[in-house]
């Protein structure tokens, strides 16, 4: 069983930064793509940013110029790198991984952008 375990979120004022990880363990034969997702209180899930195993990435158009997604390969590792925050990305961020061609998600962590 693979598990995706989050960690660099918390309380950070509007323009500040915060650096996000997750690491995946377990079983592992081959990671296809790695992101992370947010949801905000009485909004739906939505990707934030995604990368592939051969380094393609996505983000969403809100997110983009101010985060960056980055992994780890050999540490099974990806990475948020979220700058110019604002009180619009205040939401539970979630690790998402296509491990062994299925789906797995981490428990969340809480990012607040206070203005």
């Known amino acids: 069983q693979v598990h995706l375990v989050e960690s660099g979120g918390g309380l950070v004022q509007a323009g500040g930064s915060l650096r996000l990880s997750c690491a995946a363990s377990g079983r592992i034969f081959s990671i296809n793509a790695m992101g992370w997702y947010r949801q905000a209180p009485g909004k739906q899930r939505d990707l934030v940013a995604i990368?592939?195993?051969?380094?393609?990435?996505t983000y969403a158009d809100s997110v983009k110029g101010r985060f960056t997604i980055s992994r780890d390969n050999a540490q099974n590792t990806v990475y948020l790198q979220m700058n110019s925050l604002k009180p619009e990305d205040t939401a539970v961020y979630y690790c998402?991984?296509?491990?062994?061609?299925?789906?797995?998600w981490g428990q969340g962590t809480q990012v607040t952008v206070s203005s």
């Open positions: 998402y991984g296509v491990i062994d061609r299925s789906q797995s």
């Open positions: 990368i592939t195993s051969s380094g393609s990435t």
